[in-house]
């Protein structure tokens, strides 16, 4: 987020693409940023907690209940790369 507000700061135009929870942790810095008119735009994608059988808001390491829902997480990752492949491509 530093990094976008540094690059925004001087004139490129910034995609954060996250999912809905991590979009809540920095919502109000980028939301400041955003309305002082840097040229910063937030893209969320649906983590898929269901498919990977991890609970809802199971999106960031640190709110896994145990270690031993690393694998299920790793698979809800890799299930966001087709998704996030196509926002790259448009």
Not at 7 to 31: D, E, M, Y
Not at 52 to 77: I, R
């Amino acid at each position: 987020v530093d990094i976008a507000r540094l690059l925004a700061q001087r004139g490129v135009t910034i995609t954060i693409v996250t999912t809905p929870h991590n979009a809540g942790r920095f919502k109000n810095v980028l939301s400041r940023a955003i309305d002082s008119g840097l040229p910063i735009n937030i893209v969320q994608v649906k983590f898929p907690h269901q498919e990977a059988g991890l609970s809802e808001g199971q999106e960031n390491v640190d709110l896994l209940d145990s270690l031993g829902l690393m694998t299920p997480f790793m698979k809800a990752c890799k299930v966001l790369e087709e998704p996030v492949q196509k926002l790259m491509e448009e």
